[in-house]
């Protein structure tokens, strides 16, 4: 089990380990989606995304070229942007682009989550979950599991929490699945432990997963292959850094959830300044926090100046913050003994 109240912080990075896109291979891939070419009123094959096209014809009225143009104006532009949810709002008073960008997402990660390791196409196999093994994310349940016995399960949520910055539905995918094997728990008694588990998407997701019945949000399978009739309902689920920034409900809901947190863990986050501000905003109570994070990649001063940037979530300190020159799963498993008891 958790040492104390412990935040964890999913960014693209935690989910790549499951082999789904970061940042610059999901714009490419949007890029690629949206590059919908046509040969007088026929579509040249091989270009763009045909699910992508259906939806458009669904919702644009008989407008379907403004949302062409909406279209190659991200194929053209999107890889000069950090990411996605910047280029929709750079663009944030052009509604077609929202749209188009917004399918190009759900699209996207659906395809993602169904090339993932954590995907199976038939129900009675192997446990998904089991191809997860070796990622942060097999290491992290050891340590929440760890003195948790089969009596107390319900408490196994008790001291975590969860923002998660992905689209994708990989955390709450496993969680269900691992503790069906680890307790061998029907599927109802797993759903129902799921309900305890305390996950905040920012920017939405692409839908509630079938066993997630007292959702309100559109129930779609994890990695499903339908196109336009499910592409369109996901729009209203996908989210852009304005929206969530207009909406107190939403910042209040992140304030409140660092509040309470001990501890907090930065996984495969990119630390950029629309984010960090989003986790920032509303914060009640500065106090002392441990917090540590992973800085694949980042070189030494930059490391040096997220720690200071991070300062702010626990005291004007920064020797309370440690990003490490580290994969995920490399960072839980040399951080178990700091996160567990």
Same mark, same amino acid.
């Given at each position: 089990?958790?040492?104390?109240?412990?935040?964890?912080?999913?960014?693209?990075?935690?989910?790549?380990?499951?082999?789904?896109?970061?940042?610059?291979?999901?714009?490419?891939?949007?890029?690629?989606?949206?590059?919908?070419?046509?040969?007088?009123?026929?579509?040249?094959?091989?270009?763009?995304?045909?699910?992508?096209?259906?939806?458009?014809? *669904?919702? &644009?009225?008989?407008?379907?070229?403004?949302?062409?143009?909406?279209?190659?104006?991200?194929?053209?532009?999107?890889?000069?942007?950090?990411?996605?949810?910047?280029?929709? =709002?750079?663009?944030?008073?052009?509604?077609?682009?929202?749209?188009?960008?917004?399918?190009?997402?759900?699209?996207?990660?659906?395809?993602?989550?169904?090339? $993932?390791?954590?995907?199976?196409?038939?129900?009675?196999?192997?446990?998904?979950?089991?191809?997860?093994?070796?990622?942060?994310? $097999?290491?992290?349940?050891?340590?929440?599991?760890?003195?948790?016995?089969?009596?107390?399960?319900?408490?196994?949520? =008790?001291?975590?929490?969860?923002?998660?910055? @992905?689209?994708?539905?990989?955390?709450?995918?496993?969680?269900?699945?691992?503790?069906?094997?680890?307790?061998?728990? &029907?599927?109802?008694? &797993?759903?129902?432990?799921?309900?305890?588990?305390?996950?905040?998407?920012?920017?939405?997701?692409?839908?509630?997963?079938?066993?997630?019945?007292?959702?309100?949000?559109?129930?779609?399978?994890?990695?499903?292959?339908?196109?336009?009739?499910?592409?369109?309902?996901?729009? @209203?689920?996908?989210?852009?850094? *304005?929206?969530?920034?207009?909406?107190?409900?939403? *910042?209040?809901?992140?304030?409140?959830?660092?509040?309470? $947190?001990?501890?907090?863990?930065?996984?495969?986050?990119?630390?950029?300044?629309?984010?960090?501000?989003?986790?920032?905003?509303?914060?009640?109570?500065?106090?002392?926090?441990?917090?540590?994070?992973?800085?694949?990649?980042?070189?030494?001063?930059?490391?040096?100046?997220?720690?200071?940037?991070?300062?702010?979530?626990?005291?004007?300190?920064? @020797? =309370?913050?440690?990003?490490?020159?580290?994969?995920?799963?490399?960072?839980?498993?040399?951080?178990?003994?700091?996160?567990?008891?």
């Amino acid at each position: 089990m958790l040492r104390d109240k412990t935040l964890f912080i999913v960014g693209a990075g935690a989910s790549s380990e499951f082999k789904l896109p970061v940042g610059w291979e999901l714009a490419e891939q949007i890029s690629r989606k949206l590059d919908l070419r046509f040969s007088g009123s026929r579509i040249v094959d091989s270009t763009g995304d045909l699910g992508i096209l259906d939806a458009i014809q *669904t919702i &644009s009225n008989g407008d379907v070229n403004s949302f062409l143009h909406a279209c190659w104006l991200i194929r053209d532009g999107i890889q000069f942007s950090y990411s996605i949810d910047n280029f929709i =709002d750079t663009h944030r008073h052009n509604k077609r682009v929202d749209i188009c960008g917004k399918l190009a997402i759900a699209k996207c990660i659906m395809d993602a989550e169904r090339k $993932s390791t954590l995907y199976t196409k038939t129900h009675d196999g192997p446990n998904p979950a089991l191809n997860a093994m070796g990622t942060w994310i $097999s290491g992290l349940i050891r340590v929440m599991q760890n003195g948790v016995t089969k009596d107390h399960v319900d408490q196994f949520f =008790d001291d975590s929490a969860f923002i998660v910055f @992905n689209y994708d539905r990989c955390l709450e995918h496993f969680f269900y699945h691992a503790l069906k094997g680890l307790y061998g728990m &029907s599927d109802a008694e &797993s759903a129902s432990i799921m309900e305890k588990m305390r996950v905040y998407h920012p920017y939405g997701k692409v839908g509630a997963l079938p066993w997630q019945v007292n959702s309100l949000e559109k129930s779609v399978s994890f990695g499903s292959e339908d196109r336009a009739r499910f592409l369109v309902p996901l729009l @209203n689920g996908i989210k852009t850094y *304005t929206e969530q920034t207009d909406s107190k409900d939403n *910042t209040d809901k992140i304030a409140d959830i660092v509040d309470q $947190s001990d501890t907090i863990v930065f996984l495969g986050f990119s630390f950029l300044p629309q984010n960090l501000d989003l986790l920032g905003r509303g914060i009640k109570t500065i106090r002392r926090r441990r917090v540590i994070g992973t800085g694949k990649g980042l070189s030494r001063a930059d490391r040096e100046i997220v720690s200071r940037s991070l300062a702010g979530l626990t005291r004007p300190d920064s @020797n =309370d913050v440690i990003i490490e020159e580290a994969t995920c799963a490399e960072l839980i498993a040399q951080y178990g003994r700091f996160l567990g008891r």
